[in-house]
Nanobody, 119 residues
Framework: QVQLVESGGGLVQPGGSLRLSCLASGSIFSIADMRWYRQAPGKQRELVAT???????NYADSVLGRFTISRDNAKNTAYLQMNSLKPEDTAVYYC?????????????WGQGTQVTVSS
């Protein structure tokens, strides 16, 4: 069973930075597309950023230019560097590891880490 463990969340002032980490157990990390999602109170979960198994990245328009997703396959870890944080970035951030269309297929979620942007 694969486990994803997020860390790095916390309280930060507007304009500040945080780096989230997602550590994956098991042997699937290098073949997984890694994604960060977030869910604010009363809102649907939204996709924030993707880094594919081949290293391609994609971002939501709301974070483009401020957030950077990356991965270190040697450490089985994905990262989300968040700069110029805004109050509207406040949410629980979830890590997702997914592989579709090609076997083995899987879809794993972490437990989430709270990010609060407030003065």
């Amino acid at each position: 069973q694969v486990q994803l463990v997020e860390s790095g969340g916390g309280l930060v002032q507007p304009g500040g930075s945080l780096r989230l980490s997602c550590l994956a157990s098991g042997s699937i990390f290098s073949i997984a597309d890694m994604r960060w999602y977030r869910q604010a109170p009363g809102k649907q979960r939204e996709l924030v950023a993707t880094v594919t198994s081949s290293g391609n990245t994609n971002y939501a328009d709301s974070v483009l230019g401020r957030f950077t997703i990356s991965r270190d396959n040697a450490k089985n870890t994905a990262y989300l560097q968040m700069n110029s944080l805004k109050p509207e970035d406040t949410a629980v951030y979830y890590c997702n590891a997914q592989r579709r269309k090609i076997q083995p297929q899987f879809n794993y979620w972490g437990q989430g880490t709270q990010v609060t942007v407030s003065s």
